[in-house]
């Protein structure tokens, strides 16, 4: 079933940057690795974004390290797979779509790892309505997302892979190591196509749930996802994710205060780091993990409340419930930190009286 685009609620990304991906392919002369969609120069350049001599805007997706990505899109082209793995919202899965995006045109293939996953996710399973009627046969069989990336020759995506139990992970083995999936009821086996692989994401925080083994570790190149490195770096992220993110919910229209979201991002760096930018006061750090993803959803959320109850502007007060929310996660101890936080820090900084003002009201 296709839905236009235009209604989706979240389009996916070979369908919201098609232009881009057009406009990239028809100028992409080097080489593309068998089964690519562009070359690895060309999927590095929708990544971080540039402007073509046709004036064609690639919209900068992944804000970060060039190199870094250079090795992820490299590790794609050879026999190894890519893992991607850091704390929360560093863009572990928003990278892992756009590259199965730029390089394989689909971005769909896709298994969410859970501790439920069970190995018909990564391998195949039956329809069990033919299976009885016919008994085992090709038409039976239901492929998982990894067998159609091999038979299709594309990428296909393993979210959260370490929260897969271990014994399920191991599938993956047989299936890097040989590149084949063999189906014993059937006498067949799916052999990858060339464009296969697998891009694996992996959650810092969630180290030693399911460690991956060292078989599956030796198949994969990690790659690790870093925090944004200064707040200038961190603005910038979130000023072009709320643009983007705002256009696609067709929120009416208001301006994203760059005031609201340096604060914002100000206030979360702190905290995370237990020290103001300056170097000077030590904070204390609060349990949750305030994210980049969350500085940004804070400013959307601030954004609609602005345009539907405010008077169009953000304005303090329509980021501060955001901002509550996210530091303070366990209400005794959170709550603590952030009130002493708010007393010795934000209460003498001369331009954040209002945002000082707006804190206190919505905490008493
Ligand atoms: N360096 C960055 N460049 C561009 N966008 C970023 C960057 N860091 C975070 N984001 C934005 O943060 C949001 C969350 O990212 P994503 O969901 O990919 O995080 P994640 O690393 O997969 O987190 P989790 O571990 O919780 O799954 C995305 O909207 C993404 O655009
Ligand atoms: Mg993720």
Request: glycine letters at 6%; proline letters at 6%.
């Amino acid at each position: 079933m296709t839905l236009t685009t235009t209604a989706v609620l979240r389009p996916h990304a070979e369908q919201a940057y098609a232009d881009e991906l057009a406009a990239l392919a028809a100028i992409d002369d080097r080489p593309r690795p068998p089964g690519w969609k562009l070359s690895p120069w060309a999927v590095t350049q929708y990544i971080l974004g540039t402007t073509l001599d046709d004036g064609t805007e690639i919209t900068p997706k992944y804000v970060g390290s060039r190199r870094l990505v250079e090795v992820a899109v490299a590790t794609l082209a050879t026999d190894r797979a890519l893992l991607l793995i850091g704390v929360p919202g560093t863009a572990k899965t928003w990278l892992s779509e756009h590259l199965a995006a730029a390089i394989s045109g689909d971005s769909t293939l896709l298994v969410q790892g859970t501790a439920g996953t069970v190995e018909e996710a990564i391998r195949y399973g039956w329809n069990y309505a033919r299976l009885i009627a016919e008994g085992p046969s090709e038409q039976a069989l239901v492929p998982s997302p990894v067998m159609t990336a091999m038979a299709e020759g594309r990428l296909a995506r393993v979210e959260e892979l370490t929260r897969i139990p271990s014994d399920v992970q191991d599938a993956l083995i047989t299936i890097l190591s040989e590149k084949t999936l063999p189906v014993p009821e059937l006498g067949i086996e799916v052999q990858a196509k060339r464009g296969f692989n697998i891009i694996a994401t992996a959650n810092d925080r969630d180290r030693g749930v399911n460690e991956l083994s060292s078989a599956l570790r030796r198949r994969f190149n990690t790659l690790v996802l870093p925090v944004p490195q200064t707040a200038d770096d961190e603005v910038d992220i979130v000023t072009r994710r709320v643009a983007q993110l705002g256009r696609n919910l067709d929120l009416p229209e208001v301006p994203a205060s760059l005031t609201e979201i340096r604060r914002v991002v100000t206030v979360f760096r702190e905290l995370r780091n237990g020290v103001t930018e300056d170097g000077h006061t030590k904070v204390k750090t609060p349990s949750g993990t305030l994210s980049t993803a969350e500085a940004i959803s804070i400013i959307t959320n601030g954004m609609a409340l602005a345009a539907h109850f405010g008077d169009g502007v953000l304005r303090p007060a329509d980021v501060v419930p955001g901002i509550l929310g996210a530091v303070i996660q366990d209400p005794a101890t959170d709550g603590v930190v952030w009130h002493e936080y708010l007393e010795t820090v934000i209460r003498d900084r001369d331009d954040w009286h209002d945002f000082y003002t707006a804190c206190r009201e919505a905490t008493h």
